[in-house]
């Protein structure tokens, strides 16, 4: 064990015992909430039926019923489910890098202007589709919004790379300033685009940018399984030099952390994983700031702990989410950032205050 991880240990010691019970606890409740989202649905195809549905699936039953049951559970519940707990993983997990990387418990993935990027992408996309630029958009066909929205968070993140490099070093403090002001640009270029758009497209803009799940499906699984895998193998390795951060950058370099390779490696990696969840669910707030808080409360500030439990809280929030979303107002579908906003506000604000008057800060 290092210093920097020993240091970090001492803070959270009292927690320490009860971290394994935490994680335990956390995926338990992770595959109850996979499996309430198999088993709930305006269909009324519970889980009993998953038995025929894979039948189906493997060519063993041919009936209309079972036939049906496997395009519920199969074809539309479970890349849904899939695809939920990827988003929910990979923002509060960017969440977690940012409020590490900034020291401070308020920052979220929106906060260096991806979202904003990724989102103006999308909604050109969206209205100039129809018009100018349906030559290069229609090749694509149904990947053109995803595809969109991922480059947009990536043209965002070099763009902010660029402006706060000096000498080969990354000043956080630029790029936070950078993120805010490419945020609020992209946000108003958004608000002209879609001024500018007719009736039907800014439904769909404004759908979209609520966020939902509802156009899951397996394409979108496979299309997003690579920054799921590259987000599992990069988070680790960001564990020790986050942890470092905590001391303050000068410390975290004397105790040899290579601060400018874990700041690249952590924005690099919240670009990837915030314009993959942005490309395939739309804009949905929230789990960024609320995860990773409520991961600190229960486990202290080590990140060996808040970056996977952020993970899986995250998931297990958009879950429970898009399951309220499906089942709210059936049979028609309440977008997942209204749920999320609904319930996540008012839990935020019970923990900041319950934090303050305890004398937490």
């Known amino acids: 064990m290092t210093i920097a991880e020993s240091s970090i240990g001492r803070i959270s010691d009292a927690v320490r ?5 935490v994680f335990l606890a956390l995926t338990g ?3 109850l909430s996979a499996i309430l989202s198999l088993a709930i649905g305006p269909t009324g195809v519970s889980l009993q039926s998953l038995p025929r549905a894979f039948a189906a699936a493997a060519g063993y039953a041919n009936d209309a019923s079972a036939e049906r049951d496997r395009l519920v559970l199969i074809d539309i519940r479970l890349p849904r489910t899939l695809l939920a707990a990827f988003v929910g993983a990979a923002l509060a997990t ?3 890098m940012m409020q590490g990387l900034f020291r401070n418990p308020l920052a979220d993935p929106g906060l ?4 904003s990027g990724a989102a103006l992408a999308a909604i050109a996309t969206i209205v100039l589709g129809h018009g100018i630029a349906a030559p290069l958009i229609a090749p694509f066909g149904i990947y053109a919004l995803p595809i969109a929205a991922f480059f947009g968070g990536l043209v965002t993140t070099l763009t902010l790379v660029a402006i706060a490099s000096r000498r080969g070093e990354l000043a956080v403090g630029t790029l936070l300033l950078a ?7 992209s946000g108003s270029l958004g608000g002209y685009i879609s001024y500018a758009s007719d009736d039907r497209e800014l439904r769909d803009l404004t759908l979209w940018s609520m966020g939902s799940l509802s156009g899951a499906s397996w394409q979108k699984v496979l299309a997003v399984l690579p920054f799921a895998v590259a987000i599992l193998l990069v988070v680790p390795r960001l564990m020790r030099g986050l ?17 400018e390779r874990t700041k690249r490696l952590a924005i690099a990696t919240t670009a990837a994983a915030v314009g993959a969840a942005v490309a395939v669910a739309g804009v949905i707030g929230f789990v960024g700031l609320v995860a990773p808080h409520v991961m600190r409360l229960i486990s202290g ?3 060996r702990a808040v970056l996977p439990g952020s993970a899986i809280l995250g998931a297990i929030l958009v879950i429970v989410a898009d399951i309220i979303a499906r089942m709210a107002i059936r049979p028609a579908e309440l977008p997942i950032g209204i749920v999320l906003a609904l319930v996540g506000a008012p839990v935020f604000l019970h923990l900041v ?9």
Do not use: K, Y
Not at 112 to 115: L, N, R, T, W
């Open 17 to 21: 015992p009860a971290r394994g019970t």
């Open 179 to 185: 993120g805010i002001a490419i945020g609020a640009l």
């Open 353 to 361: 205050l319950r934090r303050n008057i305890s004398g937490g800060g």
């Open 243 to 259: 942890n470092g951060f905590l001391l303050g950058e000068a410390e975290a370099m004397h105790l040899g952390i290579d601060i």
């Open 94 to 96: 960017s969440g977690a």
């Open 29 to 31: 409740l992770l595959l």
């Open 112 to 115: 260096i202007g991806v979202s």
């Open 301 to 303: 500030p080590d990140h």
